[in-house]
Structure formats: C-alpha cells, structure tokens
C-alpha cells in the first residue's frame, strides 16, 4: 500500500471510531484557545480545563490578560507547572495581540509564530481549528503513531509536520490530529501498542512489516 494511501485509510478507520473527535480543551474563542493551548505544554488537557475557568473568569480577553500582574496570572495557572514562564507568555503574547494585530489573534504561521510562547504545534492548532486552513498538529501522540504507521520517518516534530502534511488533506488535517490523540490514549498508547483490537491493524507496517 502506498504512503498516501495508507494515511486516507488510517485517517478514515480514526474519523470511524472517534466521529465527534474535537479539540478536548475548552474555551469560548481564539485568544482563549491560545492560551489553553500554550498552559497545556507539559500538562495535561483536564489540568488545563481544571484551571482556565478561573483564568478566563479574571482575563477574558486579550486586552485584560495583557493588564494582568504576572503573580496574579502565576497564581491561577501554578498547577499546569512551568508557570512562570507561561504567565509571562500569557501576559506578552496578549500585549502583542493588542498592540500589533489589532486585538485578533493572527491567522498565518508566520505571524502566529511571532507570539510569545507560540511554537509550530500551537500555531497548527489555531490554524486548523479556528481558521479551518488545516494544520499538522504533532504532539507526542501523533509522533510516535506517525511513526508505528510507517508515515514518517522522523523524530524532529517539525520534520514529522513537513513529512506528513503533504499526506492528509488539508480539510481532514484538524480532525485526524484530535483523534489521533484519543487513539493514543485508547489503543496505541506509548506503553503499548495493543494491535490485536487495532482497527488500522491490516495496514499497519508495525504490525505487517511487508506493508
Ligand atoms: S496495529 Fe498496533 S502499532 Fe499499528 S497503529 Fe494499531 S496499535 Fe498502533
């Protein structure tokens, strides 16, 4: 089976088993979809959903968080760990949106990237599921399943993107990332790969190596 092919029938057998797969951290816009995203490096999505509550309650938007004093902002986000370094991303990125893009969060990588505390994998979040462009969103699911799939050869998460993009349509590209993260999390997890109850098990070269 071709590379091509074989990632149509994976992100097929995934959109199968996870219909309704969308993004399982929880906010009301873009600005708040950035932030969630930059607390959960390194933590995990319910800690972050755990926590954003409070946080939104007290900076809703761009234009308050970029107000906000650092130790207040430390203070609500101290459980999602490296919280000094994310309160202060929190503070400059929103000051950024404020002051540079008209109080919008941007809709390019390029200017996405410019954000402070913004990287590759946060940026495909927001494009692929706020401006519907598509987006490769590699985290430590999609890698180490990208790579049992035979998709890629890579470990360099960027390098994963840039081998992997040109595989999935642009349209599936949001979709087959959240649901590649719950298949992480139910069948080919990191601990174990359990391919006897693997719906993608046929066309896995992991499993068949001649594949
Ligand atoms: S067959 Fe095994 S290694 Fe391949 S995707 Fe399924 S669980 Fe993962």
């Given at each position: 089976m071709q590379k091509k092919d074989r990632a149509i029938a994976f992100a097929q057998v995934l959109e199968n088993l996870y219909?309704?797969?969308?993004?399982s951290l929880e906010y009301k816009d873009p600005f708040q979809l950035l932030c969630a995203v930059q607390l959960s490096a390194q933590c995990t999505d319910a800690r972050v959903n755990m926590v954003t509550p409070d946080l939104f309650a007290a900076y809703p938007d761009a234009l308050s968080m970029s107000k906000a004093e650092l130790g207040d902002v430390e203070r609500l986000i101290k459980?999602?760990?490296?919280y000094h370094n994310k309160a202060k991303n929190l503070i400059q990125c929103a000051n950024q949106i404020v002051n540079e893009y008209n109080n919008t969060v941007p809709d390019s990588m390029e200017e996405l990237l410019k954000l402070a505390g913004v990287g590759r994998k946060t940026a495909n979040l927001i494009l692929g599921d706020v401006y519907k462009k598509g987006g490769m969103v590699i985290d430590t699911h999609a890698k180490r399943i990208l790579y049992r799939m035979g998709l890629?050869?890579?470990?360099d998460p960027t390098q994963v993107e840039m081998e992997t993009s040109p595989l999935i349509p642009i349209h599936m590209q949001s979709d087959f990332c959240h649901r590649i993260v719950l298949f992480g999390r139910d069948i080919c997890t990191a601990r174990k790969a359990y391919c006897d109850r693997c719906p993608a098990e046929e066309f896995c070269p992991k499993r068949n190596p001649k594949k």
């Open positions: 219909p309704d797969a969308i993004c459980s999602c760990g490296f890629t050869t890579k470990q």
